[in-house]
């Protein structure tokens, strides 16, 4: 069984396009990310979500918009694609938004605007 | 100055070598640690975590932290093919919320 699961895997799209990812975690955890990986392997923080609440939201556009429907669910929708949006974005889950809680990440969704 | 540091490589070693992986970090108040692995085209998996000064130990692994000098440290005994991937350094705040700066990454290669 698929602890963090994602789909799409791959997202093709061109630019000015809407999409949506989702992220599903069968763990029992409380606390849910987003994280977006760029081409030079870089993994920064998008947003968290503790219990559905929203805990961490960064530096980032408006066009990023997380919902959280209940605890094992996180999606993400972008609206407006552009071309730097192109990354792999990981889901990720842990016991608690707790600093010392172990996360467990998704197997990616590799974006990729046209 | 990035919040965590890592040299990108790629640390080539032999099989059977040592690898040692290195990591800084800026933000002194950071009390959590930890060392990812991705694979290549991969997700990354906890490899392991530490939260006091010295080392910590788990098989193969030794992970080593100087909070004075802020820089913590990856071992890998016996390297193997397998470890061949790259290892993401990680560090969280104190106190608050779950926060997790990674660094940029250091890949290995173990050479058979």
């Known amino acids: 069984d698929t602890a963090v699961s994602q789909t799409p895997k791959y997202l093709v799209t061109q630019m000015g396009n809407d999409k949506s990812i989702k992220c599903e975690q069968n763990l029992g955890h409380d606390t849910m990310y987003w994280y977006k990986q760029d081409s030079k392997k870089f993994l920064k923080i998008m947003f968290s979500?503790?219990?559905?609440?929203?805990?961490i939201n960064e530096t980032v556009p408006n066009r990023f918009s997380p919902k959280s429907p209940d605890k094992a669910h996180l999606n993400l929708h972008i609206n407006s694609l552009e071309l730097g949006d192109s990354a792999v974005y990981f889901c990720a889950s842990s016991q608690e938004a707790n600093p010392r809680e172990t996360q467990y990440f998704g197997p990616g969704t590799r974006l990729l605007v046209l | 100055q990035k919040e965590v540091e890592q040299n990108s490589g790629p640390l080539s070693v032999p099989e059977g070598a040592i690898a040692s992986l290195n990591c800084t970090y800026s933000d002194r108040v950071s009390q959590s640690f930890f060392w990812y692995r991705q694979y290549s085209g991969k997700s990354p998996e906890l490899i392991m975590s530490?939260?006091?000064?010295g080392d910590k130990e788990d098989g193969r692994f030794t992970a080593q932290l100087n909070k004075a000098s802020q820089y913590v440290s990856l071992l890998i005994r016996d390297s193997q093919p397998s470890d061949s991937a790259t290892y993401l350094c990680?560090?969280?705040?104190?106190?608050?919320?779950?926060?997790?700066?990674f660094g940029t990454g250091t890949k290995l290669q173990v050479i058979p």
């Open positions: 979500y503790n219990n559905k609440e929203l805990i």
């Open positions: 530490i939260y006091s000064n």
């Open positions: 990680a560090v969280n705040r104190s106190g608050g919320y779950q926060k997790v700066t």
